[in-house]
């Protein structure tokens, strides 16, 4: 690793969100270089004589990828000493730490109302020799499944529902065995949670959504302060090659720069939309952790820095989903999360995932607070009058 970069870390770790945010992972200052090196596009390095130093070739390394590893470390965990590995998606980088770190005969937990994905890994995993048990997110209950697991995999807030775990509770039973213990941070991004604090071995997450923030890059990456460990994560990247390309990773690093802006508008966004959701007759299951009266509010309150963007709720039928979907201008017709333009979609168009066919899970973007609620509550009207025949 860079020395030079690396005491970046301690001199940033003080800040605030916001100002590490523009300045994490930017090199020493150079005398006319720019302060965000530019893509490095390398399938090879220059290298005569033995092999040594740090880039040889563009499965391994890549100094694009070593100074977006360094800002995602120092925002997951700020002033402490942690490997991060990038990858080409959030898929990529979940598969990495489960099928690195499991062998057969071991037991894997999973949530069963996490991402969609999960149920695929699963099949992989069982196809070879993983045994997997799941439970639910809410309530902790993956403590009832935990004995003798190698790895206990956490999603929380989970991903479309919305409940939370408590991730130091579910940690501490699990460090008493020989578990360890990855979260997946997308929704709450590294300003939202810190899982590595929290007592995790590894902080997993989609940048797709609300790390980058403007729904043009696919990224995964996973932050642990274990080498060994991050070294069979590494490993596994360079196996299965499922690795970011130079430009996304550029760009994933300018997107950074606005994290703390862009996830304190969504964020206020979100909660006044779920505000506004509360007062509607038709709308039920309304979850959103940043409210008060919401189930997982106590937990999520103790161990998150800020709620995220996703409003999750329910209208009374799919024809009725419909009608709120389509009359909406401000908000996207889209799936994904946590970018600067609100999105939404009646998730249960897709199957999989266990939800009401009103179900709507809705990502609150970074357009002016009174202009998103406003387009939210006419779309509600417009969806009850058509029903109505008006
Ligand atoms: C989107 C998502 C993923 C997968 O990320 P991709 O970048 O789409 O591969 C994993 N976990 C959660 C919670 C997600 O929302």
Same mark, same amino acid.
Request: include cysteine; hydrophobic fraction near 40%.
């Given at each position: ?6 005491? +970046? ?7 605030? +969100?916001?100002?590490?945010? @523009? ?59 942690? $490997? ?28 069963? =109302?996490?991402? &969609? ?6 099949? &992989? !995993? ?13 309530? =902790?209950?993956? !403590? ?7 790895? !206990? ?22 460090? #008493? ?6 979260? +997946? ?7 939202? &949670? ?21 729904? =043009? ?15 069979? @994560? ?31 508008? &969504? ?33 999520? #309150? ?18 009725? *989903? ?22 939404? $979609? ?9 939800? #009401? ?6 990502? *609150?973007? #970074? ?7 406003? +387009?939210?509550?006419?779309?509600? =009207? ?9």
């Amino acid at each position: 690793m860079n020395e030079d970069i690396n005491e +970046d870390i301690y001199e940033t770790a003080g800040f605030g +969100d916001g100002t590490r945010a @523009v300045r994490a992972g930017l090199p020493e200052a150079v005398k006319n270089e720019p302060p965000l090196p530019g893509p490095v596009f390398a399938a090879h390095f220059h290298l005569p004589g033995d092999v040594e130093g740090p880039y040889t070739y563009g499965r391994d390394t890549n100094p694009t990828w070593t100074l977006l590893e360094q800002a995602i470390g120092e925002l997951e965990a700020p002033g402490q000493d942690v $490997e991060t590995v990038v990858f080409a998606s959030g898929m990529a980088a979940v598969s990495a730490v489960l099928l690195s770190q499991a062998r057969t005969g071991d037991t894997v937990v999973l949530p069963d =109302d996490g991402y &969609q994905a999960l149920p695929l890994l699963r099949e &992989q !995993l069982e196809a070879y020799g993983i045994r997997v048990r799941t439970a639910p997110t809410g309530d =902790d209950a993956q !403590l009832s499944v935990l004995e003798g697991a190698r790895v !206990l995999w956490i999603e929380t807030p989970s991903n479309p529902g919305l409940d939370v775990c408590d991730v130091r509770r579910l940690v501490d039973a699990a460090h #008493a065995g020989e578990t360890l213990v990855a979260v +997946d941070n997308t929704l709450a991004t590294p300003l939202g &949670q810190r899982p590595l604090e929290l007592g995790a071995d590894f902080s997993v997450a989609s940048g797709t959504k609300g790390l980058t923030g403007h729904g =043009d890059v696919l990224l995964g990456y996973v932050v642990c302060r274990d080498p060994a460990l991050t070294a069979r @994560v590494r490993q596994w990247r360079k196996i299965v090659g499922a690795i970011p390309g130079p430009m996304e990773s550029w760009l994933a690093h300018r997107s950074l720069a606005t994290i703390q802006l862009r996830a304190q508008r &969504q964020w206020a966004n979100a909660l006044a939309v779920a505000e506004a959701l509360a007062d509607r007759s038709e709308v039920t299951g309304l979850r959103y952790p940043g409210l008060a009266s919401d189930p997982s509010h106590k937990t999520a #309150a103790r161990q998150m820095r800020g709620f995220g963007s996703v409003v999750s709720f329910t209208l009374p039928d799919r024809a009725h *989903a419909e009608r709120f979907m389509a009359a909406l201008h401000l908000v996207e017709d889209a799936t994904s999360f946590g970018g600067v333009r609100s999105t939404a $979609e009646r998730r249960g168009r897709w199957g999989g995932d266990a939800v #009401a066919e009103g179900f709507i899970r809705f990502s *609150a973007g #970074a357009e002016d607070t009174e202009d998103l609620v406003a +387009d939210v509550l006419r779309a509600l =009207d417009r969806a009850v009058r058509t029903a109505d025949g008006g």
